[in-house]
C-alpha cells in the first residue's frame, strides 16, 4: 500500500514499470481499509462525546436534590483549608457520581442511564481484545504473528516539549499548557495559552497602547549618539524669515496640519474649545474621542530607529564612497576602523544601557562582532596598503581580543621580521613583550631590547642591505636605548642598568680610533675583552677608558695603580634589622628597601684587596657582558651625545633642561612618583616654587613603596662618588657649551638636595647638607669656564637664600648683576638673574609685612627691576636712596620697548631659520627665551600700576607667542604614526629644538602669569574669574604642564561646586591624549572627597556643615580611574595603577584592590614597587607575591629565607 492513503488510486493505476521504479515509497504493512475502518471509528467516538456531555448535564439537574439530602444525612462537614475553585468541583462531581450509582436500584430511575465506571470498563476491555499489544513499546520483528493494529501510542511526555517551544533546548517557553493529555493529539482536551510579550507587560493600563520612550531608551540613546540634522524652523517651511537669522530657539507647534495653518492658530473653536486655546488631541479628549491608533502604533521601535538610521549609514557610505576613491589613504581606513566602536554604541547601545545579567551576553556577543568586523577592515586595508606599518599595528591590536596569545606572539615576531628598519614597530612590540604577562620575564624582555638594538645598528650601517636605513633611526635607538635602562630600574635590576650606560660611556666617548670606521658589531666584539678585563669603568676610582686601555695593550699591558689610590674608609654595616618586633612583611619592606638604596652599584672585586668574583655574596650584582652586549649603539652626532648624558644624569636623579633632555615618547611608563602631581603646593614660596619642575621618575636607588620616604636626600655616599667622578671623567671630553649644561644640572642638583631638606624639616641634616651643597658650587664656580656664568651665579644666589643666608644671597646676586655689564634687557640670562632675585624679595616683603607695600620707591624688588633698564648696576646693595617716579616711568618706558623689539626679533628668527648660522652653538635657546624679560616687565607693572597691568603684559606677550606657536606647527598630521615619528627627527625639520624651546617659553610664562596672580588673591582682593578664565586658557593649550594643573585645583578646591571643574576636566581629557589630565582630574576628586570626609568627621551630628556633603564621590573617583586605565597610555602607567590600589584600600575594599592588582599585573608586570605595593597593603600574601617576583625574574634582595635568618639572629 502507498504511504500515502489519500493517493492509493493514482498509485494503482499508474503501470507496473513506474511502480517498480517508486518501490521504496510503499508501506506494505499499511492497509487502506484500516485507515478508513479508524477514521470511521474516531467520528463514532466524537459523537458519543458530544452525547455524554448532554445526558451528563440533564443527569446533574435531576440529582441535585438527591445530592444535598445525602449530604445533609451523612454530616458533610466543610473542610478549614480554603481550596480552589475548581478542585471544590471536582470533588462534588465525585460525590455526585457515587450517589448515584449506589441508589440507582432502589430508586427505580432510568435503568439504561451510562455512568462513567462503566464506560471505562468498555473501552479497557475493547482495548484488550482489539491490540492486546498496543500498551508497551516493541520492536516488529519480536511478534510471532502479524497483528491488525501492530502500533503503540506513547503517552510517557517529554519534558523538553512541555517547556521548549522547540526542540532546541536553548528557547524558553512561551506558553502554558491548558489540559492533561498528549500534546498534539486530541485539540478539544488541551489548550495552548501565549504569554505578553515583554512590551505589551511594560506599557501602562495594559492596553495595548504605546507609551513615550524615557529618555534612556535605546531608540533615543540612538538618536543622542547620531549626528543631529540641520533643525529646520517653522518659519523656514513657509520661506520667510519672521524670527530673525539670529533666532535661538525652535518654535514648537502640535502637528504638521497646525504648522501650515494659518494664522497660527492652536486650534478650530468649537463647543469644547470656545477659546481656540486647546490642542487637537485635548479636543478630542473633551469630546470622548481618541486619535487614531495606527499613526501611534507606528512609532515606537520603528520611526525614531528610521530617523537615526540614515544618520549612521550615511556615515557608512561615505566612508566607503572615499575609501573606493582613495584606497591608498591609510589614516582613512584607521578612521573607518575606529568607527566601528561609535557606530556599535549607537546600534547595539553604550554600557549604561547594556547593564545586568541579561544583557552581559549579548554585549559579549556584540563586542566579538564588532572586533571581527573590524579586523575584517584592517585585513581589506593591509591587502591594498601592503607596506603600511600603522595598519599592521591596528589589526594587532583588534587581534589581541581575538586571537590566542601564542598565535599573537608568532604574528608579532613574523611583523618586526618583515619590518626590521622600522623602528616605531620595534616600539610597539617591545610594549607588547614587556607587558605579555603570561610570557613575561625579565630575561626575555632585555634580549628582545638587544635584538632590537642590534638589528637596528646593522641597519643603520648598511650591514643590513634587505632594508635601508630611515630618517631618524639613530634618535629611536637612543629613546629605545633609555627605555630599556628604565625598564631595567623599575624591574630592580639597577646594577645592568647602571652598566649599560657605563658601557655606552667608554663606548661613545671613549672610543679607539683604530676601530672608528668599522661596523658596530665589529665594534662591540673589540669592546668585550676591555669589559671582561677587570679594568675601572667610567664612574669607578682609576678610570681611564677603552681608548686608553688599548694603548696600553699594545704597548704591552696595563700598569695596576697604587693601593693609595683607592684607599677608602671602610664602614661599619649597620644592622639591618633595626626593630625585631615590626611584622615580618614590615621588616622585609624596609630591608628590601634599604639594599635597593645601597647596592644599584654594580659589584666589583677588589684587587688591591685580592679579591675574585667568587667573593661576592649576591651573584645577581655582577654583570656579565652578555646581558649589555647587544644593547650598545653608536651615536655619531654631537646633540644626540649631549641627550645621552643628559638622560644618564637623569636616571641618577639629577634635574635637567626638558627642551635638550628630549623626554622619551612613551612617558608614562616611567611616571611612577607621587612628586610629580603635588609640586607648586608651597605656600611660602608661591612664586619661585615652581623652578625646579618634579619629572615624577624614580631615581635609581628609591624604588619604594607609592607613600614611601627617601633613604637620602640625593643618593648615598657611594653613589655621590660615583657622580663626582662620572662629571670629572666625561667634562673634559665635551665642547665648552656642552659642558656648561651639565655644569647647571650639577649645582641645580645640590640646590634640589637642599629643598628636600627643607620639606623634610630636619635641622641638623639641612645644615650638613648646605655646608656640603655650598662648597660643591663654589668650587664650580671657581673653574675657569664657569667664572662669568650668570646661570650658575644665579642658582648659587639661590642657594644661600634657601639655606636662610639673605645678605650673602643679596651679595651674590649684586656681583653677578654688575658681572652682566651693560648690557641690560638685551641679556636674557641677566634677566633672568633679576626676575629671581626680585621674586624672592616679594615673597620675603609678603611673608614679614603680610601683603602689599605702602610705598613702592623703596622696595628692594623694583629697584633690582628698575637698575636693570639702566644698564648701571652696581655692587652695592641695597641703596638707601629711594627711586625717583622720574626713573620708574622711565624703566617702564624701556620695558615696553624692549619687548616689542624681541617679540618682532623672535618671530623673525623663528620663521627664517637658515639666517641663524649659530643654531647648534644656542643650545640654551638664548634668542628664544623670553621668560626673563616678560616677567620683569609684569612684575614691575604689578608693584608700580596693578595686577591688571601686570596681567596684560602677560597677555600681550603670551599671545604673540602661542599664535607663532601654532603657525609652526599646523594641524596637519601624517598619515600613519610612523610617517609621523620620521618627519619629527628628519633633517628637513630643522627649527625642531627651536619649536620645543618655544613652546617651553609659552608654557613658563603661562606658569608665572598664574603663580603671580594666584599669589595677589591671597594677599589682595581680587576676582578669581580671571585666574580661572587665564588657567582654562594656557591648559587648553598646554595641557601636560603639572604646574599649571596643581594650580588650578587649589583654585577650583575653595568652591563648593565642582560641576565647572568637571566639565573643564572632560573637554580636556577628550581632546588631549596625554595622561596628566587625567592624573590631575582624579586628584581633584580625591581632595574634594578628603575636604568633604574632615568637615563631615569634624562636625556633631547636629551641626551645620562648613561644606556641603557630597555622595557618590568614591564611584565618580573609580570611575576615572577606570576611564583612565583603558586608555593605552593610561594601561601601561605604574603611577596609575598604583594610586587606583591605594584608593580603593583606603575604602575598605581591600577584596577589590586585590582584584586591580592583578589586573594591574597584567599591563605592567615589570613595576617592582607594584610588587612592594601588594605587600604593605595585603601582607598575609608576602609568600605569593615574592614567589611571583621569583617567577617573573624581577630583583629579590632580600629572599624570605634570609629574612628568616636575620630575625632569628
Given at each position: ?106 430508586s ?32 516488529l ?6 497483528t ?19 526542540l532546541?533546548?536553548?528557547?524558553v ?36 497602547k ?28 513657509d ?15 502640535d ?29 478630542l479628549w ?18 525614531k ?24 589613504d ?202 671582561d ?26 700598569l ?46 677588589d684587587?688591591a ?7 661576592c ?40 633642561d ?16 607621587l ?20 619629572p ?12 614611601g ?43 634640589l ?5 627643607l ?76 626676575l ?7 615673597e ?31 655692587s ?12 620708574i ?81 599646523p ?5 600613519s ?19 620645543s ?24 582682593v ?32 575653595r ?16 581632546e ?12 581633584a ?69 586585590k ?55
Open positions: 500500500m502507498a504511504l500515502f492513503p489519500a493517493f492509493a488510486d493514482v498509485e494503482i493505476n499508474r503501470v507496473e514499470d513506474s511502480s517498480k521504479e517508486l518501490d521504496w515509497l510503499n508501506n506494505k504493512s499499511f492497509q487502506c481499509g484500516d485507515a478508513l475502518s479508524i477514521h470511521s471509528r474516531f467520528l463514532a467516538n466524537t459523537n458519543e462525546t458530544v452525547t455524554k456531555k448532554q445526558t451528563s448535564a440533564d443527569r446533574d439537574a435531576s440529582s441535585l436534590e438527591g445530592v444535598k439530602s445525602e449530604e445533609d444525612r451523612e454530616g458533610y462537614v466543610p473542610q478549614r483549608k480554603k481550596k480552589k475553585k475548581h478542585e471544590k468541583k471536582k470533588k462534588r462531581k465525585k460525590k455526585h457520581k457515587k450517589k448515584s450509582g449506589k441508589y440507582s436500584d432502589s427505580g430511575s432510568d435503568s439504561d442511564t451510562i455512568y462513567p465506571s462503566d464506560l471505562k470498563k468498555e473501552e479497557e476491555a475493547e482495548r484488550k481484545k482489539v491490540a492486546s499489544l498496543a500498551t508497551s513499546f516493541c520492536w520483528d519480536d511478534f510471532e504473528s502479524t491488525e493494529l501492530p502500533f503503540c501510542v506513547y503517552r510517557k511526555p517529554d519534558p523538553a516539549n512541555w517547556t521548549y517551544k522547540s532546541y533546548r536553548g528557547d517557553t512561551r506558553y502554558k499548557r491548558k489540559g492533561s493529555s498528549c500534546l498534539g493529539l486530541n485539540a478539544q482536551a488541551q489548550g495552548v495559552s501565549w504569554e505578553e510579550s515583554e512590551k505589551n507587560k511594560k506599557q501602562k493600563g495594559g492596553d495595548g504605546h507609551t513615550a520612550d524615557r529618555y534612556f531608551s535605546r531608540s533615543n540613546q540612538q538618536l543622542l549618539r547620531s549626528e543631529p540634522p540641520n533643525p529646520v524652523t517653522a518659519a523656514s517651511l520661506g520667510s524669515d519672521a524670527f530673525g537669522p539670529a533666532s535661538s530657539f525652535i518654535p514648537l507647534s502637528n504638521d496640519t497646525e504648522i501650515k495653518g494659518p494664522a497660527g492658530v492652536r486650534g478650530q473653536s468649537s463647543s469644547v474649545n470656545p477659546l481656540g486655546v486647546y490642542d487637537s488631541s485635548t479636543a473633551l469630546q470622548g474621542k481618541g486619535q487614531q491608533e495606527q499613526q501611534t502604533q507606528q512609532k515606537p521601535e520603528t520611526q530607529d528610521v530617523e537615526s538610521a540614515p544618520l549612521l549609514s550615511g556615515r557608512t557610505e561615505e566612508f566607503n564612497r572615499r575609501l573606493r576613491e582613495e584606497p591608498t591609510t589614516q582613512l581606513w584607521i578612521q573607518f576602523i575606529r568607527y566601528q566602536d561609535e557606530l556599535s554604541a549607537a546600534v547595539f547601545g553604550g554600557e549604561e544601557e547594556q547593564q545586568g545579567s541579561e544583557s552581559a551576553e549579548h554585549r559579549k556577543s556584540s563586542y566579538k562582532a564588532v572586533m571581527e568586523k573590524k579586523l575584517s577592515i584592517a585585513d581589506r586595508a593591509i591587502a591594498t596598503n601592503p607596506t603600511c606599518i600603522a595598519l599592521h599595528l591596528e589589526r594587532l591590536r583588534i587581534c589581541q581580543e581575538l586571537w590566542e596569545p601564542a598565535v599573537l606572539a608568532k604574528e608579532w615576531k613574523k611583523l618586526v621580521f618583515l619590518h626590521p628598519n622600522s623602528a616605531p614597530l620595534w616600539k610597539e612590540y617591545l610594549l607588547f613583550t614587556q607587558s605579555y604577562f603570561s610570557n613575561f620575564t625579565v630575561s626575555k624582555v632585555n634580549s628582545a631590547y638587544g635584538k632590537c638594538l642590534s638589528t637596528l645598528s646593522a641597519v643603520s650601517d648598511g650591514s643590513m642591505l634587505s632594508h635601508p636605513a630611515l630618517p631618524g633611526t639613530e634618535e629611536d635607538m637612543l629613546d629605545i636605548f633609555i627605555q630599556q635602562c628604565h625598564f631595567l630600574r623599575q624591574a630592580g635590576h639597577a646594577e645592568k642598568a647602571i652598566s649599560l650606560f657605563q658601557a655606552m660611556l667608554d663606548f661613545t666617548f671613549y672610543k679607539p680610533d683604530s676601530v672608528q670606521k668599522l661596523s658596530t658589531k665589529q665594534q662591540v666584539e673589540f669592546f668585550e675583552p676591555f669589559w678585563s677587570g679594568e675601572a669603568r667610567v664612574g669607578e676610582l682609576g678610570a681611564r677608558g677603552w681608548k686608553a686601555w688599548m694603548h696600553q695593550q699594545e704597548r704591552g699591558g696595563w695596576q695603580p697604587s693601593a693609595e689610590e683607592e684607599d677608602e674608609e671602610e664602614e661599619e654595616d649597620d644592622e639591618e634589622v633595626k626593630d625585631r618586633s615590626q611584622p615580618r612583611w614590615a621588616v622585609w619592606l624596609d630591608v628590601e628597601s634599604s639594599r635597593e638604596a645601597a647596592q644599584w652599584l654594580p659589584w666589583r672585586p684587587k684587596k685580592g679579591q675574585s668574583e667568587e667573593d655574596e649576591d651573584p645577581d650584582r655582577q654583570v656579565l657582558f652578555d646581558d649589555i652586549g647587544p644593547s650598545l649603539i653608536r651615536l655619531s652626532s654631537p646633540e644626540l651625545q649631549l641627550r645621552f648624558l643628559l638622560h644618564f644624569l637623569s636616571f641618577l636623579g639629577l634635574p635637567v626638558p627642551v635638550l633632555f628630549a623626554a622619551p615618547c612613551q612617558p608614562g611608563l616611567i611616571l611612577e612618583n612628586s610629580f602631581l603635588t609640586q607648586g603646593n608651597e605656600l611660602r614660596h608661591p612664586l619661585t616654587s615652581c623652578d625646579i619642575p618634579d615624577g621618575v624614580n631615581s635609581v636607588g628609591h624604588t619604594v613603596t607609592l607613600q620616604t627617601r633613604k637620602w636626600m640625593g643618593l648615598e655616599k657611594q653613589g655621590e662618588k660615583f657622580v663626582t667622578n662620572v662629571f670629572s671623567m666625561v667634562q673634559p671630553m665635551l665642547p665648552p657649551l656642552h659642558r656648561s649644561c651639565l655644569t647647571l644640572s650639577w649645582i641645580q642638583y645640590e640646590k638636595k637642599v629643598l628636600r631638606c620639606r623634610s624639616g630636619n635641622k641638623k641634616r639641612l645644615r650638613i647638607q648646605g655646608k656640603s651643597s655650598k662648597r660643591v658650587a663654589k668650587r664650580l664656580l671657581k673653574e675657569p669656564d664657569n667664572r662669568s656664568s650668570l646661570v650658575l651665579w644665579r642658582e648659587y644666589a639661590h642657594l644661600e637664600w634657601m639655606l636662610g643666608n639673605l645678605d650673602e644671597a643679596r651679595k651674590v646676586f649684586s656681583t653677578a648683576t654688575a658681572m652682566g655689564g651693560s648690557k641690560g634687557l638685551s641679556s636674557p640670562t641677566l634677566s633672568e638673574l633679576c629671581l632675585w626680585a621674586q624672592l624679595e616679594v620675603e616683603a609678603a611673608a614679614e609685612q603680610g601683603g602689599w607695600l605702602a610705598d613702592v620707591t623703596t622696595s628692594p624688588a623694583v629697584c633690582v627691576l628698575s637698575r636693570l633698564t639702566d644698564g648701571t648696576t652696581s652695592s646693595f641695597p641703596s638707601s636712596q629711594p627711586l625717583s617716579t622720574v626713573s616711568l622711565k624703566a617702564r618706558k624701556s620695558y615696553e620697548q624692549a619687548l616689542t623689539a624681541s617679540l618682532t626679533a623672535l618671530e623673525q628668527n623663528l620663521q627664517n631659520p637658515q639666517s641663524n648660522k649659530k643654531g647648534q652653538e644656542d643650545l640654551h635657546g638664548e634668542k628664544l627665551r623670553m621668560r626673563g624679560l616678560v616677567g620683569c616687565y609684569a612684575l614691575f607693572q604689578y608693584l608700580t600700576v596693578s595686577i591688571q597691568a601686570a596681567n596684560a603684559v602677560y597677555s600681550q606677550a603670551r599671545d604673540r607667542m602661542e599664535e607663532l606657536h601654532r603657525t609652526l606647527t594641524d596637519e598630521q601624517p598619515k604614526k610612523t610617517e609621523a615619528d620620521h618627519a619629527e627627527s628628519s633633517p628637513a625639520a630643522a627649527p625642531r629644538l627651536s619649536i624651546r618655544l613652546a617651553a617659553e609659552c608654557e613658563a610664562l603661562a606658569v608665572q602669569q598664574a603663580a603671580l596672580l594666584k599669589h595677589h588673591s591671597s594677599v589682595g581680587f576676582p578669581l574669574a580671571t585666574l580661572r578664565h587665564m588657567l582654562t586658557s594656557a591648559l587648553s593649550a598646554w595641557s601636560c604642564s603639572a604646574p599649571l594643573w596643581s594650580i588650578y585645583i587649589q583654585v577650583e578646591n568652591y563648593h561646586c565642582a560641576g565647572r571643574a568637571r566639565r573643564f576636566f572632560q573637554s580636556v581629557t577628550r588631549a591624549s596625554s595622561l596628566v589630565p587625567r592624573l590631575f582630574a582624579i586628584v576628586e580625591q581632595q574634594r572627597k578628603q575636604l568633604v570626609d574632615a568637615a563631615q568627621r569634624s562636625c556633631c551630628r547636629y551641626d551645620p556643615l562648613s561644606v556641603l556633603p557630597e555622595n557618590g564621590l568614591s564611584n565618580r573617583i573609580r570611575g576615572l580611574f577606570e576611564s583612565a586605565t583603558a586608555t593605552e597610555m593610561g594601561a601601561h602607567c605604574p603611577l596609575l595603577w598604583r594610586m587606583y590600589i591605594h584608593f580603593l584600600v583606603s575604602e575598605g575594599k581591600v577584596h577589590q584592590a582584584g586591580i592588582f592583578y589586573k594591574a599585573l597584567q599591563n605592567i608586570p615589570w613595576t617592582k614597587g607594584l610588587y612592594m605595593d601588594a605587600v604593605q597593603l595585603f601582607p598575609e600574601h608576602l609568600q605569593e607575591f615574592v614567589d611571583l617576583m621569583t617567577e617573573k625574574e624581577l630583583r629579590l634582595r632580600l629572599p624570605l629565607e634570609e629574612l628568616d635568618i636575620l630575625l632569628e639572629d
